[in-house]
C-alpha cells in the first residue's frame, strides 16, 4: 500500500545536538511538506517542497534544515539552533489533485 | 493570505448526540477546504474536502460538512456520534500553491 513513513516514532535529543527525522513517501507526490505541532496551536509549516532540489521556507523555519535530493524523501534536520524543539513532528506530501497525505508522526524529547 | 479560524477549542457530547465544530476562513483567492481528524500520537486523517461542486460535503464515518460562502464559514457536523469520535479535529484551508493553513484544532469529548 502507498503511503508515507516517518521515523523513529520517538526521539530524544540532548542539548546541543542536531537530530535528523526521516520522510519516505511512495505515492509519487511531487510535494512535501513539515509540519510541527504543539498543543493548542494546530500545526504551524516549517519547510515545503515541491519539486526535487528545490524547497522554500514555512511560517517557523529558523533552528531547522530540510533537502530534497530524491522525490520520495524529506528529510528534516532539528539543529543546535532551535531553542524549543521538543514537538510533534508531521511530515506530509501532496498532489494538484489531493488533499494531503500525513505520516503518523515523530516525537521529539529534549533531555 | 489564507486563515483559519475554528470557533470552538473543546466540545464535549453525549454518546448519540449530535455534534457540529465550527470553522471560518479567510481567503483572497479560490478557497479548497479540508476537515482532518487526528487520534492521539497519530496523523492527520482526511475526513473530507471541498474543492468545488456541491456545498454540502459528505465524508468518512458518518461526517459532513457545509461550504458557505457568503459566511465564508465550513463547519462540520455528524447527526450521531459515538465513542470512538474523541479525537482531535482540525479544518484547514488550501492556498494556490498547496500549502494548507491549520486552524488551531477542536478536540471533541464523547461520553457514555
Known amino acids: 500500500d502507498g503511503g508515507i513513513t516517518q521515523s523513529p516514532k520517538y526521539l530524544f535529543r540532548k542539548e546541543g545536538q542536531n537530530v535528523t527525522l526521516s520522510c519516505e513517501q511512495n505515492?509519487?507526490?511531487?510535494?512535501m511538506y513539515w509540519y510541527r505541532q504543539d498543543p493548542g496551536q494546530g500545526l504551524r509549516l516549517i519547510y515545503y517542497?515541491?519539486?526535487?532540489?528545490?524547497?522554500q521556507k514555512g511560517d517557523i523555519a529558523e533552528g531547522y534544515s530540510v533537502s530534497r535530493e530524491k522525490k520520495e524523501s524529506f528529510p528534516l534536520t532539528v539543529t543546535s539552533a532551535q531553542k524549543n524543539p521538543t514537538a510533534f513532528y508531521l511530515c506530509a506530501s501532496s498532489t494538484a489533485a489531493s488533499g494531503y497525505t500525513f505520516g503518523s508522526g515523530t516525537r521529539l524529547t529534549v533531555v | 493570505a489564507q486563515s483559519v479560524t475554528q470557533l470552538d477549542s473543546q466540545v464535549p457530547v453525549f454518546e448519540e448526540a449530535p455534534v457540529e465544530l465550527r470553522c471560518n476562513y479567510s481567503?483572497?483567492?479560490?478557497?479548497?477546504l479540508f476537515w482532518y481528524v487526528q487520534y492521539p500520537n497519530q496523523g492527520l486523517q482526511l475526513l473530507l474536502k471541498?474543492?468545488?461542486?456541491?456545498?454540502l460535503v459528505k465524508g468518512i464515518n458518518g461526517f459532513e460538512a457545509e461550504f458557505n460562502k457568503s459566511q465564508t464559514s465550513f463547519h462540520l457536523r455528524k447527526p450521531s456520534v459515538h465513542i470512538s469520535d474523541t479525537a482531535e479535529y482540525f479544518c484547514a484551508v488550501r492556498s494556490n500553491d498547496y500549502k494548507l493553513s491549520f486552524g488551531a484544532g477542536t478536540t471533541v469529548t464523547v461520553r457514555a
Open positions: 481567503s483572497s483567492v479560490s478557497v479548497y
Open positions: 505515492l509519487n507526490h511531487d510535494a
Open positions: 471541498y474543492l468545488s461542486g456541491s456545498t
Open positions: 517542497s515541491q519539486i526535487v532540489n528545490d524547497f
